[in-house]
């Protein structure tokens, strides 16, 4: 298949694109930053199209043959989540792309949502709960979702909607948890801070991801809707820290408490998912 990927030189979308590579299928990789992509494996291996979606999307359409499947995983101005601009300036215009792909023939959409569509609920989250987003990122996601589903009712079809959870490995925020630890044992510090680290967190390696992505593309017939994008298997943070120190073999004292918790996601939650 001809599958275009938006962010594909973000986090997830870097390993999302050597999956479907190894897969077989031809992909349009789309970002913003060319140089970034030259940087990337694959680079050689697609066709890649520079562009900022938040400023004009024109140029994705005017491609020879249109794809036979959208991969939706650019999203501006995260781990940010608390700010406006995620419903001012991102949800219109991901909703504007999103719609315009479909009206270009575009006939399969696969986008990224969130674990913060649910909001503050606590405890195991299946796919079919109500969403309650409290902050702007998370409502942003699940008003996107919302009217992708109002959409289908006019234009036929096939929704995917990929919701993520924690995910860590390589090409993550350099200010994500692991890849501070990473870099604290790498320059030899003798303590970490970090959390009190009771909270449970469902937590999946970017990699595993990947292959969720590809998995749920290839079977649109089983996975389509929500498909919870989890490990099913809540961790608590301190144990998640404790892990990589020990696969690091490294001694490096852990500050607890030095942080507080989080005050937009509840002290216990994990992800529910049709994909066992």
Excluded at 232 to 242: A, E, H, K, R, Y
């Amino acid at each position: 298949m001809k599958i275009m990927v938006t962010g594909a030189t973000g986090f997830v979308g870097r390993h999302v694109v050597n999956e479907l590579l190894d897969r077989g299928h031809c992909v349009i990789a789309v970002a913003r930053n060319a140089k970034q992509a030259q940087e990337m494996s694959w680079y050689n291996q697609v066709q890649f199209i520079q562009c900022d979606l938040y400023q004009s999307f024109q140029n994705l359409f005017e491609i020879k043959d249109v794809p036979d499947v959208l991969i939706h995983l650019a999203w501006a101005g995260l781990p940010n989540y608390k700010d406006f601009f995620h419903i001012s300036e991102n949800l219109p215009a991901d909703l504007a792309f999103l719609e315009t792909a479909v009206h270009v023939g575009i006939s399969h959409l696969m986008v990224a949502g969130t674990c913060l569509e649910y909001g503050m609920q606590y405890g195991p989250l299946s796919e079919n709960m109500e969403t309650k987003p409290t902050t702007s990122y998370g409502l942003a996601k699940d008003t996107l979702r919302k009217s992708l589903q109002l959409l289908q009712a006019h234009i036929p079809f096939t929704l995917q909607w990929m919701r993520l959870f924690y995910m860590y490995g390589e090409g993550q925020n350099k200010n994500s948890l692991l890849a501070q630890l990473d870099q604290a044992i790498e320059e030899g510090r003798p303590v970490f801070n970090m959390s009190e680290g009771s909270q449970l967190r469902d937590y999946l390696s970017v990699q595993c991801v990947a292959k969720r992505f590809c998995r749920v593309l290839d079977n649109p017939e089983y996975f389509h809707g929500v498909i919870n994008c989890c490990s099913g298997m809540p961790i608590s943070v301190v144990d998640l820290v404790q892990n990589r120190c020990f696969e690091r073999a490294s001694n490096i004292c852990l500050n607890r408490g030095f942080y507080p918790y989080p005050d937009y996601e509840p002290f216990a939650f994990w992800g529910q998912s049709s994909l066992v």
